[in-house]
């Protein structure tokens, strides 16, 4: 019998979602001394999509080996669905999709779906992983002749071929065009919505904003800020030293107006000047542009934006 991804039958996620999968104070270190994991704790939550983010280094490579069974930690317990996840009957409950995954180029995209649905016992039915990674009208070519995108494509629905209750997700967009990337994006929501949870690492921070429920951050082997991602960029505005109190705007324009004059106006926190164009981060924006305006009629190219979680993410990692 074939599991059918069928999003109407949804569990969203809530932060009383029960736990999945455990990383308890984990300690790893490697035989050359390198210390990856310095007691690390993460749970990941029924429904959820959690984007591990951190700087090349930072130790997220090892906890997705850990979780995956791929890895014994030095101390520290691992759980996945309350279980050892080496056992077997707990990896057929998991997906994976890796950066540098690969596959037998000489087989055809049809033939590598087969192969994999016939690994579980429900496998999701063809046609819907077909649709779900946007296969359709490629599935007779060969997985060597593919472009990157479509590559990443069909890893992508190998990797949803059991209708796993958890899914690793490294750097799945990496290749895809617009339309494709958004594509992607609308299934990995679509999973968390029908109860499925998704671990997710990427480079691209938009899309961890985007997509993530919950984000972490770690660096040097230790998680050193997680939450929402507005959490997470109200808690890199703090790093920054910008009171949280206020919501924080950056402001992009063009003006003569100097770098002293306007760290002098309330509520400017940081002015610089790149490119001819002047970026300024502002707790009381609306009183900030009603002065810039008045001191410089000229003003053009005027935006105003939150911050991105690019500058938080940079804030939090820089120490």
């Known amino acids: 019998m074939s599991a059918v991804l069928d999003p109407i039958q949804a569990t969203p996620f809530t932060t009383s979602s029960p736990a999945v999968a455990t990383l308890s104070h984990i300690t790893k270190r490697y035989a050359n001394g390198v210390l990856a994991l310095d007691d ?43 279980a050892d996840p080496r056992h077997a009957a707990t990896r057929l409950r998991t997906g994976v999709m890796l950066q540098v995954g690969k596959a037998p180029e000489m087989l055809r995209v049809r033939e590598h779906i087969n192969i994999f649905r016939g690994y579980y016992p429900n496998p999701v039915p ?22 990157g995108g479509q590559k990443q494509r069909a890893l ?3 990797a949803l071929a059991g209708d796993p209750d958890l899914v690793f997700l490294d750097e799945p967009t990496v290749g895809l065009d617009i339309e494709a990337r958004r594509g992607m994006w609308a299934e990995i929501r679509s999973l968390a919505a029908r109860g499925k949870t ?7 921070l938009e899309e961890a904003d985007a997509l993530a429920h919950r984000i972490v951050v770690i660096n040097k082997g230790r998680v050193i800020c997680e939450g929402t991602p507005a959490e997470v960029k109200s808690l890199g505005a703090a790093t920054t030293g910008t009171s949280t109190s206020r ?5 992009r324009c063009v003006t003569e107006v100097s770098n002293s004059t306007l760290l002098s106006i309330p509520g400017v926190t940081a ?30 190219s005027l935006e105003v934006q939150s911050p991105a979680l690019e500058d938080a993410f940079l804030a939090l990692t820089s120490n």
């Open 40 to 82: 690390l704790s993460l749970t990941l939550h029924r429904g959820e999509i959690v984007a591990l983010l951190g700087p090349n280094g930072a130790g997220k490579s090892t906890a997705v080996k850990l979780l995956m069974g791929l890895s014994a930690p030095t101390s520290g317990a691992v759980r996945i669905f309350d």
């Open 126 to 147: 063809y046609a819907d992983l077909v649709r779900a990674a946007g296969l359709e009208g490629i599935e007779s070519r060969m997985f060597g002749q593919l472009s």
């Open 156 to 158: 992508f629905a190998l």
């Open 198 to 204: 998704v671990l997710l690492t990427t480079h691209y």
């Open 247 to 251: 919501t924080l705007k950056i402001i």
């Open 271 to 300: 002015a610089e000047l790149t490119a001819g164009v002047t970026v300024i981060s502002s707790t009381e924006p609306e009183r900030t542009l009603r002065e810039l305006l008045a001191l410089d009629q000229n003003l053009h």
